[in-house]
Each structure stands twice: as structure tokens, then as C-alpha cells.
């Protein structure tokens, strides 16, 4: 890396930041007016009426930096890529910005979604030796990554936060193969979530909204994809890092589905939700799954990038681990919840 690099990864990341807060300033004020707010409730877990709406500020910082950075820094990503990515973000912001707005039934944000990855999928096989065939698992990936992330949006800055630690850890493994276009795509992301960070961690002043945690998904899958077309091991360590939240929404989703709920209706069953029903803070509920992001996953995904060898064996640990983790802490919260619920005082 040249000594201009460093330079322009952090200018790039900087725009990505200054962008998100001023953007996420204005969705405060546009949200107040047009009575965009998110209101207490049984399957939710704030209190206080709160706006919604400030990924936008994600968004806009992405779809102006991310282009840049994709194309100007060594490295350069092809421009069917770029331009499709831009394009895929756009299509997950706007029907995650018409769902804040007006509530949609699940299926029109479902088919506008696989239409974006599907889109971005096919632009990123195009002029590889990749086969197509891996064109349907990239779709349905894509898919799944922009809804799980919406479904692990429910306390203050645990998305947020999780977008800054995934999106800098893959901009660290681009990095590392010399990659300096890709890793300041990855580290403007992570800024921009940074920037949205401020406003988000507790109390809220403003929740994300589908507007931001499906365009969360959908760049943190895409990030995960270029760095496995770059390099196809560094897949695995890419996985590791977002191994909480892809553990607590997989495992979630299954236990509903085996228990007969449907599992795009709203509830209060992932293990963030039972830490905070059981009577933890949200800035605690937060920090556990910080506490595993930082002191977990990021040592094992930079084990798995030095020792490639040992990549896939090491993901399937972390994941065998983080299963036995959910079912653990969640047991204990679910005691620890019916007790306190047993203790109220009608």
C-alpha cells in the first residue's frame, strides 16, 4: 500500500461520516413533521414515542461514497458492479422508505429485494470464471441478509453498531489481499453507520427504520461477496464477523417455524429482545453482543485469514458456539423474565 492510500481511505471514510450525521439530523426534523414515529408496545422494546427513518442517512452517505471509492482508489471495481450496487441500494432504500412512510404486506418488499441482489449477483458473476449456477445462493444470500438484519433492529445502536464492526472487519481482510477499493467501500460503510451511531445509541433520538437496516443487509452482504470473488476463502472469515447476528435471526426464525408462528409477523423472541425483557438495559443488551464481535469473532476471522486452511472448520465453530450460546443466555433470560413477571404487583 502506497503511502497516498491510508490517506485516501480515511478522506473517504470521513465523507461517509459527515454525510450520515448531517443526513440523519435532517430525517429527526422530516420525521417530527410528517409524524414518522415509532410508538411503544407490547412486541416492541422502547418506551418513548420515537422517530424513524434515520438510515436514510446510511443511504445517502453510501450511494454518494461508495461509487467513488469503488472506482478511484487502486484497485478498481469493474463498472457493471459499481453501477449495480448503486442500483441495488437504491431499490432496498426506497421500498424500506415507502414502508416507513405507509406499511407494505411483506411480499412487495420481498420481490423488490431479491430483484436488487438478484441484479447485484448477476452483475458481480458477469466477465468471471465463477459459474452462474452460483447466481440463485448469491440471490437468496442477498435475500436473507437484508432481512435479518431488519429483524435484528429492534433496540437502540445494536445495528449500528454492528454495521461499524462487520463492515470495518471485512475492509481489514480487503486490506490484507490489496484490495485499497474495496476496503474503503467497506470502511465508508462502517463511518457512515458510525455517523447514524451518534444519534442512535441510548436513548435514541431516531430508530434506523427498514429504510436502513435492509440497505445494512444488503451492503454487508455485498461487501461479504466482493471479498469472495476477490479471494474465495476469505468468505469464511467474512461470516465470522457477522456470526451474532446471523446466529440469533437464524436460530430465531427456526424455533417459530417449529413452533407454527409465522416468522415475518413482529415479536419480541430474539435473544437481544429476551436480554432486554428480562430486565437489561438496552446499552447492556448491546454490549454483550459487542463484547462477542470484538473478543470472539474478530480474533477467530483473523485466524481464519492468516490460516486459510483452518477457515471453514473455524466458522463452523463459531457458529456451532453461538448456537450454544443462544440456547444458554436465552433459557436464563426466559427464567429470568417469568420471574420478574411473576413479582409485578397487578
Known sequence: MSRAEPASLLGWSLAALVLAVVVVRIAISYARRRGMLDQPGQRRSHTLPTPRGG?????????????????????AWPMQVVAALTIALLLV???????????L????????????T???GAALLAGT???WWWWPLLVLAGGWSINLHNFMDGIDALLAQQGIVVAAGMGCLAASVAQPALAGASFAV???CLGFWFYNRPPARIFMGDVGSGSVGLLLFALAAMLWRVQPMLLWPALILG???????????LNRFLHGRRWYAPHREHLYQWLVRSGRTHRRAAGWYLCWNLLFAAPVAFAARVHPAVALPAC??????????????????????????RHVTP
Open 105 to 116: 404486506r411483506q411480499w412487495p418488499r420481498l420481490g423488490v429485494q431479491l430483484l436488487a
Open 129 to 131: 470464471d465463477l459459474s
Open 118 to 120: 438478484g441484479l447485484f
Open 316 to 341: 463452523l465453530a463459531v457458529y456451532t458456539a453461538a448456537g450454544a450460546t443462544w440456547i444458554v443466555i436465552k433459557r436464563r433470560c426466559v427464567r429470568r423474565a417469568s420471574q420478574k413477571d
Open 243 to 253: 456470526s451474532s447476528f446471523v446466529a440469533d435471526a437464524s436460530l430465531t426464525l
Open 93 to 103: 432504500a426506497a421500498i424500506g422508505w415507502w414502508d416507513d412512510h405507509r406499511p
Open 55 to 75: 438510515g436514510i442517512g446510511i443511504v445517502a452517505a453510501c450511494v454518494v461514497v461508495l461509487p467513488g471509492a469503488l472506482r478511484g482508489l487502486p484497485g
Open 190 to 192: 462502517a463511518a457512515a
